[in-house]
């Protein structure tokens, strides 16, 4: 009473393979089934990227004051052997 009976869930299923034949049916499956898995490896990808530390994000290397003074002492004497 008010619910759906196998039966009538059997004569639903049957009118919908002959409107639409089973070819078009089993297109309609693998389609839905490949943008499911799309989508759960879209969301696996998500998760990963925010498990990565925010150093790896950026292309460059974080360097300290002492890295920075000796690449430019580096650079100095660089150009000063050009110049002679």
Do not use: W
């Given at each position: 009473m008010g619910g759906i009976s196998i039966w009538?869930?059997?004569i639903i299923a049957v009118i919908v393979v002959l409107?639409?034949?089973t070819?078009?049916?089993r297109n309609l499956g693998s389609d839905l089934g490949s943008s499911?898995?799309?989508f759960k490896k879209a969301m696996?990808?998500?998760d990963d990227k925010k498990d990565q530390p925010k150093e790896q994000d950026a292309d460059?290397?974080?360097k300290t004051l002492a890295d920075?003074?000796?690449t430019s002492a580096t650079k100095d004497d660089?150009?000063?052997d050009k110049q002679v």
């Open positions: 009538q869930l059997l409107l639409f034949g070819n078009k049916l499911i898995r799309g696996g990808d998500e460059f290397n974080a920075k003074q000796q660089a150009r000063n």
